[in-house]
């Protein structure tokens, strides 16, 4: 019983749904924007076999833009986090109401 | 025979860590299970002959991201007060239904043979020299692109880094006073 791309592309749609019912789920801003970190990290992984499945290196490459990407993200989001943080000494994105209406 | 046993131990441990990333009241225990997860996904590159993205997994995201994301927490504070009460009659029931919709879906298109190239060339070893060279030939405007993106990004954070003495509190004197921060 050999593992083929199909077991891993599984795997990867399976952290994908737990990332993004944790988005969906939680409200505390850390731990949402960790859940999109599991689910940027469930996209490589489905890259990576599906360019494995295919003999090419093109998956990998988009795993490495996908990594800059996602570190830019996480610094300015984490950046946008503590500022926040500092005027409304919350975490919490429910109480963030303010361009409600 | 390895990779088989490889993919049972690990999947499983990406899938604990993932549940535990979503469902633990202290942030901390988060990034923990979100550090698990990322290592196991390391190990699944490593046996999809992906090395290169392998080592940049385990030091970008499980050494610095992780390490930024426990200084946040630290900085931030755990927030156990958490609300979960929620006011949600129909969506829970169509929630699920759509779950196993999408579970359905999966093992559907799981039993396809999906055949979109040649297929099989084991050509595709991600070591450092084939994705360099990949990535300096064909994809050297992308890689420029990504250095500014991260140049901007570190601007950006500088900025909002600086922006808090003078003009943030000119801005609360006219909000609710009781918001201030105190550290």
């Known amino acids: ?75 300015v989001g984490l950046a946008i986090i503590v500022t926040v943080f500092r005027r409304r000494a919350t975490a919490s994105v429910d109480d963030l109401a303010g361009l409600k209406g | 025979m390895v990779e088989l046993v490889l993919f049972i131990i690990f999947g499983l441990a990406a899938l604990f860590g993932a549940v535990t990333t979503v469902w633990a009241r202290n942030p901390v225990y988060s990034a923990l299970g979100l550090m698990l997860t990322l290592f196991s996904v390391a190990v699944f590159y490593v046996s999809n002959g992906a090395e290169f ?69 084991r050509s595709a070893e991600g070591t450092v020299e084939a994705l360099g060279s990949e990535l300096f030939r064909r994809w050297v405007l992308p890689f420029e692109l990504t250095a500014l993106l991260l140049i901007i990004a570190a601007a950006g954070t500088i900025a ?24």
């Open chain 1, 1 to 75: 019983m050999t593992v083929t791309a199909g077991w891993y592309l599984a795997l990867a749609a399976v952290l994908f749904v737990v990332g993004a019912s944790g988005l969906l789920l939680r409200r505390n801003a850390l731990v949402m924007f960790m859940s999109v970190e599991l689910m940027l990290n469930a996209a490589n992984l489905s890259f990576v076999a599906a360019g494995r499945q295919l003999g090419v290196l093109d998956g990998q490459a988009a795993v490495f833009f996908v990594m800059v990407v996602a570190a830019a993200e996480v610094v």
């Open chain 2, 53 to 121: 993205v392998a080592a940049v997994q385990v030091i970008v995201y499980a050494g610095a991201v992780m390490t930024l994301f426990l200084f946040v927490i630290m900085l931030v504070g755990v927030d156990r007060a958490e609300d979960r009460r929620e006011n949600l009659p129909v969506q829970r029931p169509l929630a699920l239904g759509l779950l196993v919709l999408f579970g359905a879906g999966v093992l559907v298109a799981g039993r396809f043979a999906w055949v979109t190239g040649s297929g099989g060339g």
């Open chain 2, 160 to 183: 909002l880094g600086l922006f808090r003495r003078g003009e943030a509190e000119a801005a609360d004197e006219g909000e609710a006073g009781e918001e201030e921060v105190a550290p």
